[in-house]
């Protein structure tokens, strides 16, 4: 079969534009289920090390309830087991006096995500007070 410039099909040498089109249409499909891959990857490790920081916090907050209005301790860091899953990770607890009769227990939990150069805080408040609970 002759082409216009008088030469068989099969003398031809490179890609045609179809065969071309095609090919960078693939690599941008790969391209693409690669990046969103990576980002199903850091989100659901953010959202593991959401969880784990929330459960630390909701941990100590459980345990100064249970230890009433006249022991709870007062403000400053405090060390659990699960902060080593975090990252550069920090634990801190503010009582303050919410009035007369009740305390204010803020607990935040810090940490550094590798991605990020600020870090991810989580934070729970609570009141206890003197008699009954809240």
Known sequence: MLNFLGKTRKQQRGFSLLEIIITI??????????????????????????????????????????????????????????LNLLSQSSAAMTITDFNADTKQVLVTIQWFEPTSP?????????????????
Do not use: C, W
Not at 52 to 79: C, H, M, Q
């Open 25 to 82: 249409a693939i690599i941008g499909m790969i391209l693409l289920l690669y990046q969103i891959f990576l980002s199903n990857l850091f989100l659901s490790r953010d959202a593991k090390n959401q969880e784990i920081a929330l459960r630390i916090a909701n941990n100590k907050i459980e345990e100064l309830r249970a230890v009433g209005y006249d022991s709870i301790p007062s403000s400053g860091v405090f060390s659990d087991t699960q």
């Open 118 to 134: 600020t870090p991810k805080t989580i934070s729970l408040t609570t009141l206890v007070t003197k008699v009954g609970g809240l």
